[in-house]
């Protein structure tokens, strides 16, 4: 290795601060700007770069908008420049930029003079990251959700074959043997075989036509719907759902409509199967503008933070998508032990939405 002398390391270092595509800030005791590089200099506000340069005192507080702690997103409790005993050799914090609002850095700060109360801050931004984690993450659920959807038109040609398919032979053969059958007993006994056959079919058909989508979402609107799929849940699950609403018979665009449909299905049916109670509490209102679902159970719960993932795990991944296409917001709160809420809240009156699958 060639030797490097003292004056090539100083020049090396002011390369790198001024070169480098990571902002550095040196700062005194106190998070006052001392020094900000060029890269540093491109992400805040022009009118504070100036001053810091006229040898006004501009502290960091003023671009700061919180670091994630071990508890809490954001915060600004026991800040890392106040926070003598912490390690803050790699953490995310938010700065409010000059172009892109409030934007997340992964950042260090260091203590470079302790006898003059010196430190650097060094910043990496991290939207690229974030983009990237996001898409391969979208991605990644898609191929799951294609995945889900093919498995279900498989169970559903499963029970077409054998529930539809199979009465309907039945039915058929006996058809064809009432033929020759001589007795009026034998006959009247054979039709009446026939007749429950097609009771039966006519239940599965139209349960399986209820749970594809119900006429009475098109035909009543979110009201009815709602109704009549707590009904079929009792019945088919002995599962309770009290159900309280305020929209009587109002009507929503199919979109809206559509969604707040199955994402009430989809929470009701988590409850079902997860919560391990007999009941479930539904709320359907509308208030100030905004439509609210709201679906509570006091039930297992789960950590929100460290879900254990039941199932294909797409159920919440699939009501936040839905959500999010007619601009709504979808809150789930849980706790183990202490049940499961699921709060959906959007704008009744805004422009046409994206279309939606049904």
């Keep these: 290795m060639n030797q490097v002398t003292h004056s090539q390391i100083i020049e090396f270092l002011m390369k790198m601060y001024k070169n480098s595509t990571e902002a550095i800030f040196f700062l005194d005791n106190s998070a006052k700007i001392l020094s900000l590089n060029p890269a540093a200099e491109r992400i805040i506000d022009p009118s ?35 926070d003598k005993e ?81 009465e309907l032979i039945s039915m058929l053969v006996d058809m064809r043997l009432l033929k020759y059958i001589q007795s009026h007993e034998e ?25 594809l989508r119900p006429a009475s979402l098109d035909d009543l609107g979110l009201e009815a719907a709602f109704r009549s799929h707590f009904k079929w849940v009792e019945h088919s699950y002995g599962f309770y759902v009290n159900y309280q609403s305020t929209i009587n018979k109002k009507r929503y665009s199919q979109n809206i409509e559509t969604s707040v449909y199955r994402i009430c299905q989809e929470a009701v049916l988590n409850a079902v199967k997860y919560a391990q109670v007999l009941e479930v509490n539904v709320t359907l209102s509308e208030k100030n503008g905004k439509l609210e679902l709201i679906v509570q159970d006091q039930g297992n719960g789960f950590d929100t933070e460290r879900p ?51």
């Design 48 to 82: 504070v770069i100036e001053s810091i340069k006229n040898g006004k005192a501009h502290t960091l507080c003023s671009l700061c908008r919180g670091y994630t702690s071990s508890e809490e997103h954001i915060t600004c409790s026991n800040c890392y420049v106040n």
């Design 86 to 166: 912490g390690n803050f050799t790699s953490f995310q914090v938010y700065l409010d930029t000059r172009d892109k609002g409030i934007v997340p850095f992964t950042a260090t700060y260091h203590t470079i003079d302790k006898e003059n109360g010196i430190h650097v801050y060094m910043l990496r931004d991290l939207t690229l990251q974030y983009k990237q984690q996001e898409m391969l993450y979208r991605n990644e659920m898609l191929k799951k959700t294609f995945e889900a959807g093919e498995n279900e038109r498989k169970r559903i040609s499963r029970e077409l074959h054998d529930s539809v398919v199979q």
């Design 187 to 211: 006959i009247h006994s054979r039709v009446k075989q026939t007749e429950e056959s097609l009771n039966r079919l006519i239940a599965d058909i139209r349960n399986l036509s209820v749970f």
């Design 308 to 358: 254990d993932v039941k199932g294909s795990g797409l159920g919440i991944f699939g009501m936040k998508e839905r959500a999010d296409l007619i601009g709504g917001r979808l809150q789930i709160h849980s706790e183990i032990g202490k049940g499961t809420t699921v709060y959906l809240t959007l704008p009744t009156t805004q422009l046409e939405e994206k279309e939606v699958p049904l």
